[in-house]
């Protein structure tokens, strides 16, 4: 049976990209960022295919409106995932049952030093920690995963992404395409030459891809949330099973797929609030 592989891509972590005005889809550079988000997506997928030819490959578009990747431009061997709201977010696919996931383009949690472009889900996110452990994106995705029984084997962004990473999944696949020198500084490498050592790790990852565990977080699970605006907490005081306590934001849960959709639904509160 033919394997299938997962690739959540987001867009901060690419080669090149440094600022908001390439990444949002107001801002006047933000075509370019597309298409290099576009070139990244394709090495990995290329080299996933390099090492298991019948592989099923799942791209998930995990970029703000998710709605980024060139659906003409990805590798057709691909299937796209894109749109919001849906179920998992960027980690869409898990549950049409994804055996190993991948991370492309992510960045390090908010407040990471020497990371480019860092935060949490939404700038408005302060912190997420999930039994005393603070985590970013690639925390909270890596343990979603896990709970669907499946491993991230590689992961690509800036250093202080897969450093993150590495902390987590210590020994698996990582390709640090760019060194921050401030939130919106990098010294980086060429789109091209990211692409090679991309494609590459991809295949590495799956021809061990065995030799890394799911990373699984042990349940009940206590959520705490630290937001920036007051407003978003009053809001969430609304929600059933939610505690409030000056700017955090507390809930408890049995599985990390119920934890997702809650962290989902304050991300959105959190662009409710002025």
């Known amino acids: 049976m033919a394997i299938k592989v997962l690739i959540s891509v987001d867009m901060e972590g690419i080669a090149g ?6 990444t949002n889809p107001e801002r006047y550079e933000y075509e370019r960022g597309r298409r290099l988000m576009t070139a990244a997506a394709n090495a990995v997928v290329e080299g996933v295919i390099d090492a298991e030819p019948t592989a099923e490959v799942l791209v998930a578009d995990s ?3 998710y709605r ?6 990805l590798d057709r061997r691909a299937r796209l995932i ?7 977010g960027m980690m869409a696919g898990l549950q049409a049952g994804a055996q190993v996931a991948m991370f492309v383009g992510y960045h390090a949690r908010a407040g990471a030093s020497s990371a480019v472009l860092a935060h949490t889900m939404a700038d408005a996110i302060l912190d997420v920690r999930i039994n005393d452990r603070s985590h970013g994106e690639i925390g909270v995705n890596t343990l979603l995963a896990g709970s ?5 084997v590689l992961a690509s962004g800036d250093a ?3 450093e993150e990473f590495s902390a987590l999944v210590p020994h698996a696949v990582t390709v640090p395409v760019k060194r921050g020198l401030g939130q919106h500084a990098a010294d980086s490498l060429h789109p091209e030459e990211a692409a090679d050592r991309l494609r590459q790790a991809a295949t590495d990852a799956m021809r061990r891809y065995d030799d890394h565990p799911p990373v699984v977080a042990s349940g009940p699970l206590h959520v705490e949330v630290d937001v920036h605006q007051p407003r978003t907490v009053d809001i969430a005081a609304l929600m059933p099973g939610v505690v409030t306590s000056g700017r955090t934001i507390v809930f408890d849960t049995e599985s990390m797929a119920a934890a997702y ?3 989902q639904l304050i991300v959105m509160l959190t662009q409710l609030a002025p």
């Open 82 to 88: 894109r749109g919001k709201p849906r179920e998992l």
């Open 261 to 263: 959709g809650m962290l």
């Open 68 to 73: 980024n990747i060139l659906p003409e431009e």
């Open 160 to 162: 202080a992404a897969c």
């Open 63 to 65: 970029h703000g409106p």
């Open 17 to 22: 990209i440094v600022h908001p005005a390439e």
């Open 148 to 152: 669907y029984g499946v491993p991230v």
